[in-house]
């Protein structure tokens, strides 16, 4: 089944894993100020993209707003990837479209491993999307093994542009941030997906 059909506990069985409920393991990152353009982007499409309410508007008039300044900030030495299939294992489930990847390669043309942060952007609720969210960490995890690169940790996150949670996944032991962080001021979520970058949590 694609990844979009996994809950959490579907995820947890397929693939044997180990659930952690972790509060505020991001909550010690320290904030990474935006641009003054990111901050002025925002102000602007926040409120229409709320307004209009549907995935795809949230998607791209903040998600990919806040993913293009990381890339920026970390002078592109990432790549930033939107709607692309990313099939791993179809045999065990692990194929279909990822909303968001980065990838630690900073050539922008077709991805390259490791994959570290996968983002789902999700209408109303940040819960719906952790399963699909934690499969695709899971096939992040088996891209990466198979192109060489056992980096530790593999991030994700959900998101409705306004409040995002986080997940990390280390072996088979998944962590889910029980704290939600909201978007504005915006320099949280930049300093914990840098993070995630640089594997410092």
């Known amino acids: 089944m694609p990844y979009s059909h996994f809950t959490l506990d579907t995820v947890r069985d397929a693939f044997q894993l180990?659930?952690?409920?972790?509060?505020?393991?991001?909550?010690?990152?320290?904030?990474?100020?935006?641009?003054?353009l990111l901050t002025a982007v925002l102000e602007r499409s926040v409120p229409l993209a709320t307004a209009i309410g549907t995935e795809k508007a949230k998607s791209e008039m903040i998600v990919a707003q806040v993913l293009i300044e990381l890339g920026e900030l970390l002078e592109n030495r990432v790549s930033l990837f939107s709607g692309i299939d990313f099939n791993v294992d179809k045999d065990v489930g692990l194929t279909g479209v990822a909303d968001f990847l980065i990838s630690l390669s900073p050539w922008q043309f077709s991805l390259e491993a490791p994959v570290i942060i996968l983002v789902e952007a999700k209408d109303d609720d940040l819960e719906i999307g952790l399963g699909q969210c934690v499969a695709e960490m899971v096939a992040a995890q088996r891209f990466n093994a198979t192109k060489g690169n056992n980096i530790p940790r593999v991030y994700g996150a959900t998101t409705t542009g306004v409040m995002w949670r986080f997940l990390k996944l280390e072996g088979r032991t998944f962590h889910v941030d029980m704290v939600p962080y909201p978007l504005v001021p915006c320099d949280k979520i930049l300093g914990i997906l840098a993070s995630m970058v640089a594997q410092k949590v």
Do not use: T
């Open 18 to 36: 180990e659930r952690v409920n972790a509060r505020g393991i991001f909550a010690d990152v320290e904030p990474m100020k935006p641009s003054e």
